[in-house]
């Protein structure tokens, strides 16, 4: 069963300001995407049998804001495959209830932050009580790293070293750098490998082919495929087209002498039984 670790809900326009949705053109080069979210549409670009995490989002300084309450009745629509987190932007007044409720009243499993679009650091201390509440828990939380398409968005709150504190303070929580931390991988293929509970995602990759090829040579000469997970970034991408792009990865590699990344561990990654790993068995 492939486990795809990041996906969205959200309604579409009714969750973005016109700004965040002018901006969103910039999402992917050359191509717009359409950001609205149907389960039918995900299932049709699933060729193999998928489990799913999805996600909203809450970022009051980007413009997104993504009511918990409906990633709980998307999940409680399709009980089978998804796995539902809930979000907070602890910029904002009254996360901290939003975090026990998203929990304890929906049900939800887990906590997706935007430290970027929202304008926090993961290390701030204010976010203390969210970590201490994922420990106690047991919540996995998975974050975007990398950059974005925002210009109000600040690069400083993004960068993969911020976990490194938070994985020093709390190194049972189970912690997801979303996309490898795009272009920072470097630095986000460093910070999994010395935190035996920080993993990160692939998701959103495949369509920067050259940079993805350099990201995951990374991961192999560094030898961290085991802290590599699968993820899509739905609606911004597919089950189906990411397969493609990781299986077609080494077929750009033709009449050169460059080096060749593992089909045995990119195959390891898409079957490996991700939920028992992030505690969601
Ligand atoms: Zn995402």
């Known amino acids: 069963m492939l486990i795809d ?14 700004d965040f949705r002018e901006q969103a053109k910039r999402a992917r080069a050359g191509l717009e995407v359409d950001l609205t979210v149907r389960y039918e549409d995900y299932h049709a670009a699933c060729r193999v049998p998928v489990r799913t995490i999805v996600f909203g989002g809450k970022a009051r300084l980007s413009g997104v804001w993504v009511e918990d ?22 910029t904002q007044p009254g ?7 998203g929990h304890e ?11 970027m679009y929202a304008g926090f650091r993961p290390d701030d201390e204010r976010l203390e009580p969210l970590w ?24 400083e709150c993004t960068l993969p070293r911020h976990i490194e504190p938070v994985a020093v303070r709390h190194p049972e929580v189970k912690i997801i ?26 998701s959103a990759l495949h369509y920067r082919p050259f940079q993805f090829y350099h990201s995951l040579m990374l991961v192999q000469e560094y030898g961290v ?5 699968f993820g899509t970034d739905y609606p911004f991408t597919t ?18 002498a460059l080096p060749r990344l593992d089909e045995a561990k990119i195959e390891r990654m898409m079957e490996r039984d991700t939920l028992p790993l992030l505690g969601l068995a």
């Open 95 to 101: 996360w901290e209830k939003e975090l026990r409720d």
């Open 69 to 90: 309450a409906s990633i709980a009745r998307y999940v409680a629509a399709h009980p089978d495959t998804l796995i539902g987190f809930l979000s907070v932007d602890p």
């Open 225 to 229: 495929w085991d802290k590599v997970l």
């Open 177 to 202: 750098l979303a996309h490898l931390g795009h272009p920072y991988e470097g630095e986000c293929v460093v910070v999994i490998r010395k935190h035996p509970n920080v993993y990160a995602d692939i």
């Open 105 to 115: 009243q929906l049900g939800l499993r887990g906590i997706k932050l935007l430290p």
């Open 239 to 256: 089950v189906n087209a990411t397969l493609d792009g990781l299986q077609s990865m080494n077929r750009m590699l033709d009449g050169t």
């Open 5 to 18: 670790v990041h996906s969205h809900f959200w309604e579409y326009p009714r969750d973005f300001t016109a």
């Open 132 to 155: 201490r509440y994922a420990a106690k828990h047991k919540l996995p939380v998975l974050l975007h790293t990398g950059t974005t398409f925002v210009s109000q968005a600040p690069l």
